[in-house]
């Protein structure tokens, strides 16, 4: 049966009936049998446009819950995580399974703010469309629009909720143009408020001429033919939809039928618009409201009828496991096991728990399989491939895990007890064990600096901080081996924040430091050195003496060691001993502790003794030598200079050259990108960019971003600090 077929008879077939009934299903838990009856949805949009509380609504309206919760308390479903409670903010990407007749749909609630946008990407990936959020009161912000951007390259279909249309503030209209002004042709309402005395209380169906009245705040709202002047104020809007719908047709007469004043059936529009909607070409609007129920009967709909099957979609890419192609597959729970891990978070009773969507197969208990992590060296996980066995599968609500039996192609559980997987890793079948492509990862671009308090409390942090790490690819964590410094490179402060407060509620004690910058040490121009070593303590004692000459080399020149010692005044098996402790010094550095470079070290004289002489001596002398050059000499620190490319959106052009003046930022040179992008290049000072990630945030209104790459050291200004 083709997925259409399968979505009608699912239609046809009514389903579970009453809240009660699907609260005791809910209860053990949903597993879906078949993939045609399964919609994956991520609700994506800015930080407080409502996400969180529109799908308490959808729970309410479908009867998951007898109560919606609340941000300010932190009793949602989807915000569970303690740091979401405190932020009062999505932080995670979080799944919410509720069934529509007979269809399981996975909600998937994802963070709207930038810190986040990991937590995003996950989201997207185990998607097959994506509900866009945007409040009737803020309206869009730049970061949304990019995102639409983003989902029309990966083909995905879309639709747009108008919400918050209970607030006095609340402008349809406004929020309406606006959505059709960033995202493009296609957007068009399907319904429209009708008003009563200033309050959104019901929904026009443009297409079905009807009104689901909302004002008795029951979770069946009534459905009643509209009144003659809400058709007439609605006139414009349907001609504009119906219009949108046969230009998406692929019955090419209708356009001319309807022209010369034929009335198309509403079937056939209705048809067409599901068709259109699935494929990605034309976005529905409807505008919503959390807290009255306004509109949550039309998007159960709209997410059943119109979004795509996960049949409907092409499956990522594979390989085994030694990179070559591997041969595709379809979303059939009969075919070969692969599924890949969105998610992973560490629950202290049940240990690591796994976010997975499946893509080919079927996961069961007690089966064993492949975990494999390729291709995310650059985000910190080398790779690994273990054979584990899977014990639990759940169907998750929120922060509770219902059990199921099994997970078919196309839909999303929770695994337990996985202990090698690492989000971005792929789950296969033991004897055919494959990898699926990874998805795109921003790079994190803001360096923490964190210590434990004490010595005892840095086995933890190192414990925690791997845990943390493989459940975060926009994590990286990094032991600076210049400054000695252990750095967590995060998204921005928040999600900073985040890992902090997850580190410390796992029992770790530590605090944050100031970041250094590696800085390095060089010598400005020729000096000498004399190292003396000589020490006399009874039986054998040390006796070392060294001349040498530095010269500065080119920027890069690295290191060279040259002996010119003539008539054996050192004997040869010491030499390389004298360079061990230049070596030695210059790593410790000569001056303010960074390691020297591009030196060369010219060994000119020197004595030893019979009896006296050994490596360690030679060692010392080599290294004393050097640090009396830099006490006669002159040194230079070098700073470490980074190319930036920034890619910002046109307007803030002006602003963001501006700022980089004042970084001690170089220009050289500015391309557009098109679609009203610029992409500045610049080479700016590290010491510079420390908050880089942040601060462009806050002058470019959050759409700014920028990639950097280590250019060179370069001499550091007067009056410089290196934290």
């Known amino acids: 049966m083709s997925v259409k077929s399968t979505r009608e008879s699912a239609r046809a077939a009514g389903g579970r009936n009453g809240p009660d009934a699907k609260r005791a299903e809910h209860a053990a838990g949903i597993a879906a049998l078949d993939p045609a009856l399964i919609r994956n949805v991520a609700l994506v949009g800015h930080s407080g446009a409502g996400k969180t509380m529109l799908i308490e609504a959808l729970l309410a309206a479908n009867g998951m819950i007898t109560r919606k919760g609340s941000i300010a308390d932190g009793s949602t479903v989807s915000d569970s995580d303690p740091a979401a409670v405190h932020q009062q903010r999505s932080v995670t990407l979080s799944l919410v399974p509720l069934m529509v007749d007979d269809m399981k749909v996975n909600l998937l609630d994802t963070p709207g703010y930038p810190d986040f946008i990991g937590e995003l990407r996950a989201g997207l990936r185990a998607s097959d469309a994506a509900l866009f959020v945007v409040s009737a009161v803020d309206g869009i912000d730049a970061t949304t629009t990019a995102l639409w951007a983003e989902c029309a390259q990966m083909l995905l279909p879309r639709a747009v909720v108008i919400t918050r249309m209970d607030h006095p503030r609340a402008n349809y209209d406004a929020a309406l143009a606006a959505c059709q002004k960033a995202f493009g042709d296609g957007v068009l309402p399907l319904c429209v408020p009708v008003w009563t005395e200033g309050a959104a209380t019901g929904l026009l169906g443009l297409l079905s001429r009807e009104v689901t009245d909302y004002s008795s705040g029951d979770a069946s709202p009534e459905v009643r033919p509209a009144a003659p002047e809400d058709l007439a104020a609605a006139a414009g809007a349907r001609g504009a939809l119906i219009e949108g719908i046969i230009a998406e047709s692929e019955d090419e007469t209708l356009m001319d039928r309807y022209l010369e004043g034929e009335d198309i059936d509403t079937a056939v529009l209705t048809a067409d618009l599901e068709t259109a909607v699935a494929q990605g070409s034309f976005f529905p609007v409807l505008p919503t409201s959390a807290v009255t129920g306004l509109g949550t009967a039309e998007l159960l709909d709209v997410l059943v009828r119109a979004f795509p099957a996960p ?127 990874t998805w795109e990862m921003p790079e994190p671009l803001l360096p923490v600096a964190v210590a434990a308090d004490s010595r005892s409390d840095e086995d933890a942090l190192a414990r925690s901080l791997g845990r943390t790490a493989a459940g975060d690819p926009t994590l990286r964590v990094e032991r600076n081996a210049e400054t000695h410094q252990l750095v967590l490179w995060c998204m921005g402060e928040a999600h900073a924040d985040v890992v902090l407060d997850r580190l410390r509620e796992q029992g770790v004690k530590l605090h944050t430091v100031d970041v250094v910058t590696p800085l390095r040490e060089t010598f400005v121009g020729p000096a000498a050195g004399h190292g003396r070593h000589v020490k006399q303590s009874g039986g054998h004692g040390q006796y070392a003496v060294c001349d040498i000459d530095v010269e500065p080399l080119a920027r890069g020149g690295g290191f060279e060691f040259v002996d010119k010692t003539v008539g054996g005044v050192i004997p040869g098996t010491f030499i390389p001993s004298i360079e061990k402790g230049v070596r030695a010094q210059m790593e410790r550095g000569v001056s303010a502790g960074f390691p020297v470079v591009d030196l060369r070290v010219t060994l000119v004289g020197g004595k030893a003794h019979s009896v006296d002489s050994s490596d360690a001596a030679f060692q010392a002398a080599g290294s004393l030598a050097l640090r009396e050059a830099a006490a006669a000499g002159k040194i230079q620190l070098l700073e470490p200079v980074s190319s930036v490319s920034i890619t910002v959106a046109d307007e803030h052009v002006g602003t963001v050259m501006s700022d980089l003046s004042g970084r001690r930022g170089r220009l050289t040179g500015t391309t557009s990108s098109g679609e009203g992008l610029t992409e500045i290049s610049a080479e700016v000072p590290d010491q510079e960019l420390l908050r880089y990630a942040v601060e462009l945030r806050a002058l470019t209104a959050g759409t700014g971003r920028f990639r950097r790459q280590y250019l060179r050291h370069e001499p550091v200004p007067p009056n410089f600090s290196p934290s």
């Open 311 to 437: 049949p409907e979609r092409s499956l990522p890419d594979l390989t085994g496991l030694d990179g070559e192609p591997a041969a595709s597959l379809a979303c059939d729970p009969t075919g070969p096991l692969a599924a890949e891990v969105v998610r992973t978070s560490n629950d202290p009773f049940l240990g690591r728990i796994c976010l997975v969507r499946v893509f080919s197969g079927t996961l069961r208990e007690d089966s064993p399989v492949h975990v494999g992590g390729h291709g995310l060296a650059d985000r910190g996980h080398q790779d690994h491939d273990t054979d584990e066995r899977v014990t639990h599968i759940y169907s998750p609500l929120g922060a509770s895990l219902r059990p199921v039996p099994y997970c078919v192609a196309g839909d999303i559980c929770t695994l337990a007890k996985i202990g090698s997987a690492e989000t971005g890793d792929t789950i296969s079948a033991r004897e055919s064990p494959l990898l699926l492509a």
